[in-house]
C-alpha cells in the first residue's frame, strides 16, 4: 500500500512544513486533557472493552452496552469484520476511491471484489440505481463510507435507508465506515448499525477528536451471531484493548462538549479558507465536501503528475495524498484540511498553485 510508505509519519513530521495529506483533525496533545492516569491498573481488561466507555458509546447511538466491541482503531474493525466474513468464495461490493483497508484486506482474503467507482462528474455521489443493479448477484458484504474519505461526499439519511433495505432485501451484510460521522456539516442521519441488524458500523476516536495515538474505535451492530464472531477475532488478535487507551478516550468522551467545541470553530476556519482558495483557482477543480476534513480535487492543466509530486514534497516541503493512494489518476489528489494551522494551509495551498504553474 503506497499510501503507508508515503505517509507523513514514514517521511518525519520534520520533513514537512505544510502537512495537508492528513485525513484527520489536528492531533491532541495530552496535557490538555488535564487526565490523571496513576489510579487505572493495568490488568487484562474486558474482553469487548471497558464498560463505561462502552455505555457511553451506545447511549449516544441509542443503542445498547452490548451492541458495541472496541477496539484498536477503526482499522481494526474493519479488519476484523474482513477477516470474519469474507474469504475466496465470497463477494465483496464496496466504493471507490476508499481508505486503503477497506480494498486491501479483502484482496488478501482473495474475496471476489467489485467496486462501486465515485465519479467527479456526479459529484462524487453513490450512483443507487448501479448499486442496486450490481446488488441483484447477492455479494457477502457491501462496503460503503459516509463521510467518504476521499472525497467528503456525504448519504443523507433517505439514501442511507435505501443501502440498508437494499442489502436487507437481498441477504447480505452492510458495512458502513463512520469514523467522520461527528464532522458532518449538517445532521447526519441515524447510526446505520441502529437501522437493522445486517448492518455494521465502524468507528474510532481518531479522525474526528483528533486521538489518533491512543489507537481506540468500536464495532457497533445489533446481530449477536456477527458480535460473537467479531470477539473471537479480536480475542485472536489482541484479547483485550489498552486499559491506558480505553480510559483516556471515556475521559475525552466524558468531557467532549468541552474538548470538541474548538476542533469544530478550527475546521470551519480552516474550510472557509479552502473553499475561497478552490473557487478562485485557475489550475484546481473540486466537488465540495458535505463533511470530513478531505477533499478530492483535480488539476485542470495538463502536466507530469509524477514531478508535480516530487516538486511539491522535495522543493516545497508540503504533502497531499497522491491520487495512487486511491488508485485514481495523478490529477487527483487529497486535500486534508482539519490537521494544519490556518497559515499552514494557506501556505500549502499556494505552493500546490505556484508548482503547477512551473510546470505548464
Same mark, same amino acid.
Not at 477477516?83 to 477497506?102: D, F, G, I, M
Given at each position: $500500500?503506497? /499510501? ?8 518525519? +513530521?520534520?520533513?514537512?512544513?505544510? %502537512? ?23 490488568? @487484562?481488561?474486558?474482553? =469487548? ?19 458495541? /466491541? ?17 474469504? =475466496? ?39 443507487? @440505481?448501479?448499486? &442496486?443493479?450490481?446488488?441483484? &448477484?447477492?455479494?457477502?458484504? /457491501? ?43 449538517? %445532521? ?11 448492518? /455494521? ?5 481518531? !479522525?474526528? @477528536? ?28 489482541? *484479547? ?23 476542533? !469544530?470553530?478550527?475546521?470551519?476556519? %480552516? ?28 488539476? *485542470?492543466?495538463?502536466?507530469? @503528475? !509524477? ?5 511539491? +514534497? ?14 485514481? &489518476?495523478?490529477?487527483? $489528489?487529497? *486535500?486534508?484540511f482539519g490537521w494544519p494551522t490556518k497559515e499552514a494551509l494557506q501556505q500549502g ?12
Open positions: $500500500m503506497p /499510501i503507508e510508505a508515503e505517509s507523513p509519519e514514514e517521511l518525519g +513530521y520534520g520533513n514537512i512544513e505544510c %502537512n495537508l495529506a492528513e485525513s484527520s483533525v489536528t492531533d491532541t496533545n495530552f496535557k490538555d486533557l488535564d487526565f490523571n492516569i496513576k489510579d487505572i491498573t493495568l490488568c @487484562y481488561g474486558d474482553h =469487548k472493552g471497558l464498560p463505561a466507555l462502552r455505555e457511553l458509546i451506545a447511549a449516544d447511538y441509542g443503542l445498547q452496552p452490548e451492541h458495541i /466491541i472496541l477496539v484498536p482503531g477503526a482499522a481494526a474493525g474493519l479488519f476484523i469484520v474482513a477477516t470474519s466474513l469474507l474469504n =475466496k468464495n465470497s463477494q465483496l461490493l464496496v466504493e471507490r476511491p476508499n481508505y486503503a483497508t477497506n480494498i486491501e484486506t479483502p484482496r488478501l482474503l482473495e474475496c471476489e471484489i467489485n467496486f462501486i467507482d465515485l465519479h467527479f462528474e456526479t459529484q462524487y455521489k453513490l450512483d443507487l @440505481y448501479r448499486l &442496486s443493479t450490481m446488488v441483484k &448477484s447477492m455479494p457477502s458484504l /457491501i462496503s460503503i463510507t459516509t463521510p467518504h474519505n476521499p472525497t467528503g461526499s456525504v448519504l443523507t439519511e433517505e439514501e442511507l435507508m435505501e443501502v440498508v433495505e437494499l442489502s436487507r432485501r437481498h441477504g447480505s451484510y452492510l458495512l458502513v465506515d463512520e469514523t467522520y460521522r461527528e464532522l458532518s456539516f449538517n %445532521n447526519p442521519p441515524p447510526l446505520a448499525a441502529s437501522i437493522s441488524d445486517n448492518v /455494521i458500523s465502524v468507528s474510532s476516536v481518531s !479522525k474526528a @477528536y483528533g486521538l489518533p495515538g491512543i489507537r481506540m474505535g468500536w464495532i457497533a451492530c445489533k446481530n449477536k451471531h456477527l458480535l460473537e464472531t467479531f470477539l473471537a477475532a479480536k480475542e485472536q488478535i489482541f *484479547i483485550c484493548n489498552s486499559l491506558l487507551d480505553e480510559h483516556v478516550a471515556l475521559h475525552y468522551l466524558q468531557h467532549k462538549q468541552q474538548f470538541f467545541a474548538p476542533i !469544530k470553530q478550527h475546521i470551519n476556519n %480552516n474550510f472557509k479558507v479552502l473553499e475561497e482558495h478552490m473557487n478562485s483557482s485557475k489550475n484546481l477543480e473540486w466537488v465540495k465536501p458535505q463533511g470530513g476534513v478531505v477533499c478530492y480535487p483535480r488539476i *485542470i492543466p495538463s502536466i507530469d @503528475y !509524477k514531478v508535480f509530486y516530487k516538486e511539491l +514534497y522535495h522543493k516545497h516541503k508540503t504533502l497531499v495524498g497522491a491520487g495512487h493512494w486511491f488508485e485514481t &489518476s495523478q490529477k487527483y $489528489m487529497r *486535500i486534508g495551498l499556494h505552493h500546490i498553485e505556484a508548482t503547477i504553474d512551473g510546470l505548464k
